[in-house]
């Protein structure tokens, strides 16, 4: 059967002049292990100047290293151990620099340019697909950033400088814990993590091989997330501007298959919007 691994990044812009969106998944470490603050500080460094990949924080090794996907590999991206037990892609208890590690996330990274428009992140919107392969999840989005600050997992400027439009050294960078009401004209966010919790096993290491199991005899796994910015604070109604990326991995399944998805992710559980 032919196998495809499938990854989209969208921008889209669908009014003149508006706040342009664009949305890129990251495999990276559990939001909550050792290396987690340096991973947000990468990706936002990645976000802000364009770029696929950068480790200048260094911190545990290469789990802190931010890494925009160019295909979402296998299984053993999307699991997270944390208070569990300690596992790096798939493995449990990995020899250093990764015996701290806790499993990874799939991060769905944001970049906001919104040049001469401002906007805030209490405008700031996001959904998923997610329910499909955890019915129990139905209804948890859309879910609105109003309420948050700028905190740590967020990037955020106001165009102020020499060029107007133009992120640049003269620009304002707004200063942490500012309230998420404040207008800005660029935001860069680490992203939402969605992971899958292991199921049981004989021991850590058949419990990580009975999740991928789990996950690969269920195809095809294809998450998508979206963000987007609403007209007004607090408000889940998109405004003219929205981006969206997905990012998946299996085959593509013959029809009769289709009813069959989701039979053994039933035991598996996905959490969102966990806090840096």
Known sequence: ???????????????????????????????LAGSAANYDANALLALRNGLSSTSTNGGPGSAS????????????????????????????SPASPFNNEFGNNLYFGLRVIGGTDTF??????????????????????????????????????????????????GDSQVALNTAGTTAVNYLFYRGVPTFFTPVAGANNQQALNNTIAAIDANRPLNLT????????????????????????VGEIPEPSTYALMG????ALAYVRRRMA
Do not use: H
Not at 121 to 130: E, H, K, M, P, R
């Open 65 to 92: 290293v931010y890494n925009a996907l160019v295909g979402l590999a296998s299984a053993n991206q999307v699991i997270d151990t944390f208070g569990a037990f300690n596992s790096w892609l798939g493995v449990a």
């Open 120 to 169: 805030s992140l209490s405008q700031l919107v996001y959904t998923d697909n997610l329910a499909i392969y955890d019915p129990s999840l139905a209804g948890t989005t859309p879910f609105s950033f109003n309420g948050d600050n700028y905190d740590s997992r967020f990037l955020a400027f106001l165009d102020n400088g020499t060029t107007p439009g133009t992120l640049d050294a």
């Open 263 to 266: 039979l053994g992710l039933a």
């Open 1 to 31: 059967m032919r196998k495809t691994f499938l990854l989209l990044v969208a921008v889209t812009g669908l009014s003149f002049g508006a706040p342009v969106i664009t949305v890129i998944p990251s495999v990276g470490p559990s939001s």
């Open 225 to 248: 997330a979206s963000y987007c910015l609403a007209t007004t604070s607090g408000s889940l109604t998109c405004g003219p501007v929205s981006g969206q990326a997905s990012a998946g």
